[in-house]
Nanobody, 124 residues
Framework: QAQLVESGGGLVQSGDSLRLSCAAS????????MAWFRQAPGMDREFVAA????????VYADSMKTRLTISREIAKDTSYLEIVNLKPEDTAVYYC?????????????????WGQGTQVTVSS
């Protein structure tokens, strides 16, 4: 079972940028897809972005795609999610998720591995 560990969350101000990291305990350079979801209090878990490690294909949530960049560092089995121009409505726990193939899904149930989450709070 792969272990995923997120880092990089915290308290930021509206308009700031943030980069989250997710390190995997598996060799993600082969068939592995890593995604980011977020969940605000009382809300469903929401898709943010996903990337295939082997070829870099990526997909973003339509509502946020102009403010997002997802990338991966193959040698470190790590993905990064950069969010610019943060808004108070971006406040949520951000989760990293993974699956051992090269398919991009936006649905949380299709991911087998999950991190513990990292809190992002954006003050106005």
């Amino acid at each position: 079972q792969a272990q995923l560990v997120e880092s990089g969350g915290g308290l930021v101000q509206s308009g700031d940028s943030l980069r989250l990291s997710c390190a995997a305990s598996v060799r993600a350079s082969t068939e592995y897809t890593m995604a980011w979801f977020r969940q605000a209090p009382g809300m469903d878990r929401e898709f943010v972005a996903a990337i295939v490690f082997s070829d870099g294909r990526r997909v973003y949530a339509d509502s946020m795609k102009t403010r997002l960049t997802i990338s991966r560092e193959i040698a470190k089995d790590t993905s990064y999610l950069e969010i610019v121009n943060l808004k108070p409505e971006d406040t949520a726990v951000y989760y990293c998720a993974g699956r051992t193939d090269a398919l991009l899904y936006r649905v949380p149930a299709f991911y087998d591995h999950w991190g513990q989450g990292t809190q992002v709070t954006v003050s106005s």
